[in-house]
Structures are given as structure tokens and as C-alpha cells.
């Protein structure tokens, strides 16, 4: 297994899909996305768990790349409802191009990310290309779903925000306990992890077993790598990161730390959360809540839950009958550990 060659076969393969298309208003937002880079995680993994099951990582090459597109469609989706500044360290699609450009645009790829996967009848047969195709759809109602609980949490917060003159301001936490946002990580990122490795799986004949087991693993490991992100989001460099440290709050995200926090400070510092978060950014602010987030032992709160789900995914990965179970760990252990 060579996790550096999966991703330079996913990066001199995808700009094939991309050739000869117009109008360029439309693909050029696509094309300067994917060429910012990013460490394709998800397609990588596709591939990994194709070529750890024995098959032909050539084979999974489509479908990885499909993923990489469909990622990549969510990000310019979320950067938009969440109104980022930021991605990959330059300004996001819609503040550059507009929004309805690049709403536009994330429609396309959303598209094209389900042509690319035209070529797996060719290359799998119509009945495991099928398989494939099913595993994206299922994945997409449930990664839809998350986002949804997502958006609900925010605007909750703002209809909260425009009552509370009037002596009825509620906090997130009774909104949102903790089970809903783990089911919140697990639909909107967990799910995505899943079918990558699900897929691969698939693609390279694995058992009814391990294709379920391998999942299940790293399914586990996506919810540990979101908390893990939204940690770095507030701990990580920004230069480093590729994102204003502490949007998250500003945002409105929902994340492990705010809820946490919320549910263990007091109502002047539930206030203070509060006045910062579905705002626009302020240093200063985001700063008064980290402070907040470190008081309460929020962030290490949250490092402990992502390391409950790791142990969760090392128990799964020990039960499955398949060789360099110790590089799918590392590998594993890249994703959550990373410092951008």
C-alpha cells in the first residue's frame, strides 16, 4: 500500500473529467477548488481499502475520484450557509465569484461526481457498479440529514438571539444535547468515511463481512477526525490551519467544545458564548470564548471522546482477516492527528 501514489493517481487522473467543459464562469470556481489542493483523505481511503482487500487500485480510481468531487461539493455548499472566509488558506469560492455562481457551481460538481461514476460499468460490471452507485445514494440522504440537524442548530440560536430582550433567551445545549451532535458528526462526516471505505471494499470482492466491518471502522474514525477538527479550529495555527482560528464559534457551528461549555459554565459566560457565536468575526471575541472553552476543559473533554471513538475503531479493525492491518491504523492515526 502506497498512500503517496493514491493520492498523485487521484490528482493527474481527475482533471480528465474536467477538460473541454463550458462555459468556463461555470467550471473555472470547480477547477481553482480542486487545484487548492487538500490531502484527498476520503478518495485516498477508497483506494486504501481496495488495495488492503487485494484488488486493483486502478479499478477504484473512478470511484475514488467521484468522492473527491462529491467532498468537494459539500465544502463549497457549507461555505456558503456557514459564510466562511476562508478555504484552503485563500478566500472562499463564493466571497471571490458570488454566490450564485458558485451555488451553481457546487450543483455541477454535485453532478459530475455521479457521471464519473459512468465508467465503473466498464471497468466493475453493471451489477457492482450498481453497488457502488447505491453506496453514494445512501450516503447522500444521510449526509443531507446531518446537515440539516446542523442548519437547525443555527438558526435556533438566531431566533433565540432576536427573543432574548424579552427575558427568553435559551442556549444551544437545550436545543442540542451531546447524543444529537455525535449523530450530527456521524451523518455529516462519519457517513462520507464509510462509504469510501465501504466502496473500496466492494470493488475489490471483499467479504459481506469485512466490507461491513471495514466500515464500521472507519466510520469511527471520521467522528473521531471531526472532533479532532473542530479542535484544531481553535487550537491550530492560521497559516497552518488555512481557516480564521475560532469561525467555528463565530459561525455557529455546533461543536463538542460549545456544548460542553454551555452546559457547564455559568449565565454570565453563557452569555458572553452567546454574543459570539452566529456573529460576524471578531478576535477578540472568538479569543473570550476559547478562554472560556480552556476553563472548563472542553477541548480536553472533546480529545477524550475522539480518542473513545479511536479505541472503538481499533477493536473493529482487530476482528478483520485482512494483511497490513498495522498501515491502515497509521494511516488511521494520520487522519486525526493532523495540524491543518
Not at 440537524?149 to 427573543?163: M, Q, Y
Not at 468575526?281 to 476553563?295: A, M, N, Q
Request: aromatic share 10%; glycine share 6%; with cysteine.
Amino acid at each position: 500500500m502506497d498512500i503517496k501514489m493514491y493520492k498523485e493517481m487521484i490528482d493527474a487522473n481527475y482533471p480528465k473529467y474536467l477538460e473541454g467543459r463550458n462555459p468556463s464562469s461555470h467550471y473555472d470556481p470547480i477547477k481553482e477548488l480542486l487545484a487548492r489542493g487538500g490531502k484527498r483523505l476520503r478518495p485516498t481511503l477508497c483506494m486504501l481499502s481496495c488495495d488492503a482487500f487485494g484488488g486493483d487500485v486502478k479499478d477504484a480510481l473512478p470511484t475514488a475520484i467521484a468522492i473527491e468531487f462529491f467532498h468537494n461539493f459539500t465544502l463549497i455548499h457549507d461555505d456558503i450557509q456557514d459564510k466562511s472566509q476562508l478555504r484552503r488558506g485563500e478566500p472562499t469560492l463564493h466571497i471571490k465569484y458570488g454566490v450564485p455562481i458558485v451555488l451553481n457551481a457546487g450543483d455541477g460538481l454535485y453532478a459530475i461526481s455521479y457521471q464519473v461514476l459512468e465508467d465503473n460499468e466498464e471497468i466493475l460490471g453493471i451489477k457492482k457498479a450498481w453497488r457502488i452507485f447505491k453506496e453514494m445514494i445512501d450516503m447522500n440522504v444521510l449526509l443531507v440529514e446531518g446537515q440539516a440537524i446542523d442548519l437547525t442548530f443555527k438558526r435556533e440560536i438566531l431566533k433565540n438571539r432576536r427573543f432574548s430582550g424579552h427575558g427568553n433567551l435559551r442556549f444551544p445545549t437545550e436545543e442540542m444535547s451531546e447524543d444529537t451532535f455525535m449523530e450530527l458528526i456521524r451523518k455529516k462526516t462519519g457517513v462520507l468515511f464509510k462509504a469510501s471505505a465501504r466502496c473500496g471494499a466492494i470493488i475489490a470482492d471483499a467479504s459481506e463481512s469485512d466490507i461491513d466491518s471495514i466500515g464500521n471502522f472507519w466510520e469511527n474514525v471520521g467522528i473521531a477526525f471531526q472532533i479532532r477538527d473542530d479542535i484544531l479550529n481553535v487550537t491550530g495555527e492560521e497559516k497552518e490551519y488555512g481557516k480564521n482560528i475560532g469561525d467555528d464559534i463565530s459561525e455557529g457551528k455546533p461543536t463538542l467544545l460549545l456544548i460542553h461549555c454551555l452546559k457547564n459554565c455559568d449565565a454570565r459566560e453563557k452569555k458572553i458564548i452567546m454574543d459570539n457565536i452566529s456573529v460576524p468575526y471578531d478576535p477578540d471575541g472568538v479569543k473570550e470564548v476559547i478562554e472560556l472553552y480552556r476553563t472548563y476543559r472542553s477541548i480536553e473533554y472533546a480529545e477524550e471522546r475522539a480518542e473513545e471513538y479511536m479505541r472503538r475503531s481499533y477493536n473493529i479493525l482487530n476482528k478483520i482477516s485482512l494483511r497490513d492491518k498495522e498501515e491502515i491504523r497509521s494511516f488511521a492515526e494520520f487522519f486525526i492527528e493532523r495540524d491543518k
